[in-house]
């Protein structure tokens, strides 16, 4: 009889135990984790331009760099893919409309500064020079922020007077 009160208590206590465990566990697990690198908008910015800098050698990067960009700008890179497939005969993903290569930035980032208006926010970056200045248009997206790069609308495509034909 005794030893099963003591497993019975036994059992009883380590039932106590996982239920009360796992919110601990999710508590001090929580205290413990940074925050993610587009949790600011700087840090958007800042990720955004690794990821751009990296995509010259590193095609997986350009993903990565797609996936930090707005919903207007992956809407006109969309826009964009979509006509380049029409006009190639082939699939053009809306990241491959990120020129690989053609990404150079103008000067080294020393400082960022987020001006936050609700869900949207303009980010001033500056160099060394006074004159190494950049404003960054991002927009919260559920609990990241993501870049709005200013992009020219896509050109609407031209009809040939013959129809086509």
Not at 152 to 162: G, H, K, V, Y
Request: aromatic share 4%; glycine share 8%; hydrophobic share 40%.
């Amino acid at each position: 009889m005794g030893a099963r009160r003591v497993l019975a208590r036994a059992l009883a206590l380590s039932m106590l135990a996982a239920s009360v465990a796992p919110p601990a566990i999710g508590l001090s697990l929580s205290a413990c984790s940074r925050p993610a690198p587009d949790a600011t908008p700087e840090g958007a910015v800042r990720l955004w331009l690794e990821k751009m800098e990296a995509s010259t050698e590193d095609p997986r990067a350009a993903r990565d760099a797609y996936q930090l960009l707005g919903p207007r700008t992956r809407h006109n890179l969309e826009e964009r893919a979509e006509r380049a497939s029409r006009a190639q005969g082939r699939r053009f993903e809306a990241h491959e409309m990120i020129a690989p290569g053609r990404f150079g930035m103008r000067f080294r980032p020393h400082a960022m500064t987020a001006r936050i208006d609700g869900d949207t926010a303009n980010v001033d970056v500056v160099g060394e020079a006074p004159e190494e200045r950049a404003t960054v248009p991002c927009v919260r997206v559920g609990a990241g922020w993501r870049i709005e790069v200013d992009l020219p609308p896509p050109p609407t495509p031209s009809r040939r007077p013959d129809g086509g034909l």
